[in-house]
């Protein structure tokens, strides 16, 4: 017994010296790193908010319509991100992509959302070979990068959800995305909601359904 308790002694101090020495670590850190982190963060913050101001001062935060060519390469030229809707006035579907595109605009602050006719860029739009409407030309850092095409990306459907498009623009790296990449909006709530309902499933079990041997 008296080596358990030696052993169950050294154990206990092993444990408080390990305590002490964390405790040592995090009290050096609030006096000097913590501190360093703090105003490195709150720098990052000053810069986001410049940005922002910036931003919108050229037009970001809001989905204008732009009145031809010069006009759009003026907007590529200022804005790192743009996204343009090729579109045409007499076209339903167009109508449904600007609803989506008026949220976007204000939720994407880096991002610039402008909507062009067709009809006032017939050497931009032959350029880009845009032959369906309406069509999403991506741009980021002045190149055209991708494009999406009518509603195929979309779940081919006139009622595709904002969260979809977003998705879609997102992978592109048109705009920033917190959410996944590979997955889509629908998929991932679904999965997310199968994972909440197996956990409550187990807990149930857990409290109700568990197996008793007392017998």
């Known amino acids: ?36 982190i703090r105003q490195q963060r709150i720098a990052e913050m000053k810069l986001r908010a410049k940005q922002k101001q910036e931003w919108l001062a050229i037009g970001h935060g809001e989905y ?6 010069k ?3 003026a907007v590529c030229n200022k804005s790192q991100n743009v996204v343009c809707h090729f579109y045409k006035s007499d076209s339903p579907r167009c109508k449904i992509v600007d609803m989506h595109l ?8 880096e991002t610039r959302f402008v909507k062009l006719d067709v009809e006032r860029a017939p050497f931009l739009t032959g350029r880009l070979k845009i032959r369906v ?21 979309l779940g081919n459907r006139d009622d ?32 997310k909601s199968l994972h909440i309902q197996s956990k409550k499933t187990i807990r149930g079990r857990d409290e109700s359904d568990s197996d008793d041997f007392s017998d």
Request: charged share 30%.
């Open 71 to 73: 006009e759009f390469f």
């Open 64 to 69: 204008t319509e732009i009145d031809g060519e």
């Open 160 to 191: 595709f959800s904002t969260d979809i498009l977003e998705w879609r623009i997102a992978r592109s790296e048109a705009i920033e995305y917190s959410g996944d990449l590979l997955v889509p909006p629908s998929e991932a709530k679904k999965q």
């Open 102 to 109: 008026k949220i976007l605009a204000k939720k994407h602050i």
């Open 133 to 153: 409407i309406p069509t999403l030309g991506l741009v980021k850092d002045n190149k055209t990068k991708d494009f999406i095409v009518g509603f195929t990306d």
């Open 1 to 36: 017994m008296a080596n358990v308790d030696q052993l169950l002694q050294h154990v206990a101090q092993n444990v408080e010296r390990q305590i002490d020495s964390e405790i040592e670590r995090l009290d050096a850190l609030e006096s000097g790193d913590l501190e360093a």
